[in-house]
């Protein structure tokens, strides 16, 4: 009888095993991801890469970040010397004139990333 016993589960322990291994996982999609619409026309209409990562702005301390280096305001950036900052660009000025660098890529037209379609915005007044 014991016998029997362990013999119907290790055979129902193998059963287990093999419907286990024959089936496979589904592989799961990202909820948050952009559909593929979109994804192909970001990647066409990619912004241009610009080395400014980050602006520091605060009482005591003015600089940037470009291409992972420090730059205080007044210092140098290749041969290129930071002159100018405010909180979206900074401004460098070399031999071959100045150049401003953007922090994010300039908009089109902001109405319209916004997903206003020529209507302005409706002020509601609440009492």
């Known amino acids: 009888m014991a016998d029997r016993?362990?013999?119907a589960r290790a055979?129902?322990?193998?059963?287990?095993?093999?419907l286990a291994a024959g089936s496979s996982a589904q592989a799961l999609s990202d909820p948050t991801r952009p559909p593929l619409e979109l994804m192909s026309a970001?990647?066409?209409a990619a912004a241009p890469h610009t080395?400014?990562?980050?602006?520091?702005?605060?009482s005591t301390r003015k600089g940037a970040i470009i291409d992972g280096q420090y730059?205080?305001?007044g210092g140098r950036y290749?041969?290129?010397k930071l002159?100018?900052?405010?909180?979206t660009a900074v401004t460098l000025k070399g031999?071959?004139?100045?150049e401003v660098l953007q922090l994010y890529p300039p908009m089109e037209n902001a109405s319209a990333a916004a997903g206003v379609e020529g209507n302005p915005e409706k002020v509601v007044k609440r009492p």
Do not use: K, Y
């Open 51 to 58: 080395p400014l990562q980050s602006i520091l702005l605060s």
């Open 11 to 18: 055979l129902a322990a193998v059963a287990a095993l093999l």
């Open 71 to 73: 730059v205080a305001l």
């Open 78 to 80: 290749g041969n290129r």
């Open 42 to 44: 970001t990647a066409s």
């Open 95 to 98: 031999e071959h004139g100045v």
């Open 5 to 7: 016993l362990m013999t």
């Open 83 to 87: 002159v100018g900052i405010s909180a």
